[in-house]
């Protein structure tokens, strides 16, 4: 019960990251609110104890300040939300990076912005936790231009924001993962042609990362066992960095 007492929020809680975070922060004794933009995703956490699911587009500035009025003071925000996209500089379209940018950073600057001001105000101090990735935030991946960009930003929105409020009681910190299998790696996969050993090749672990694995450090980060810690970069990606 690492997690007890605690209100929390995850994006992208529909599949993959999200959804095993939710399920993590759940077991853990939180009280969760499970958010995606696809209802039917979010079906299966309905009857998880703890979780509350909510649908939201978290590219609609909207729809995010009328969640966080509506949920009031959280102690965990977890921004999971993001895209992927495959190319060079040179492929790259003007809709690819604003799309990109869009949903892997411009939605957490609405969402910190949305929830920050009641975590402040409660007095308790709070945690958000946002996904970067080892791809070009920690070293450069070929074929991830757009995707690398938009993940560094992050890198820098993270650590920003730990500076700003480290003397209120808010950290805020990023997991960097490596490969992980999700719905959304078998996509791109798939894309390619089901060949997966490009990806397996660049993991010196032999394997890809779980979900399970990636929501353990959001677990960590989330509770009082990193009250020292704030804006971190925590990189976990079967040694593909090293």
Known sequence: ????????????????IGAATARAFAREGAEVVATD?????????????????????????????ALARRTGALDVLFNC???????????AT?????????????????????????????GRGGSIVNMSSAASSVKGAPLRF??????????GLTKSVAADFVQRGIRCN??????????????????????????KARQPVGRFG????????AVYLASDESAFTTGTTHVIDGGWSV
Not at 82 to 91: E, I
Not at 95 to 120: G, K, Q
């Open 37 to 65: 933009v696809d209802v039917a995703k979010l079906v299966p956490l309905k009857d998880v104890a703890g979780v509350r699911t909510e649908v939201l587009d978290v590219l609609d500035r909207a729809a995010i300040e």
């Open 210 to 217: 779980s979900t399970e694995e990636i929501a353990a450090l």
């Open 81 to 91: 939300a993001g895209y992927v996209h495959h190319g060079t500089v040179l492929d």
């Open 1 to 16: 019960m690492r997690l007890k007492g605690k209100r929390c929020l995850v994006t992208a809680a529909g599949q993959g």
């Open 94 to 122: 003007q809709d690819e990076w604003d799309f990109a940018f869009a949903l892997n950073v411009r939605s957490m600057f609405w969402t910190i912005r949305a929830f920050l001001p009641a975590m402040l105000e409660s």
């Open 146 to 155: 757009v995707y690398g960009t938009t993940k560094a930003a992050v890198v």
């Open 174 to 199: 990023a997991i960097c993962p490596g490969t992980v299998q999700t719905p959304s790696l078998d996509d791109r996969i798939a894309a390619l042609g089901g060949d997966a050993s490009m990806f």
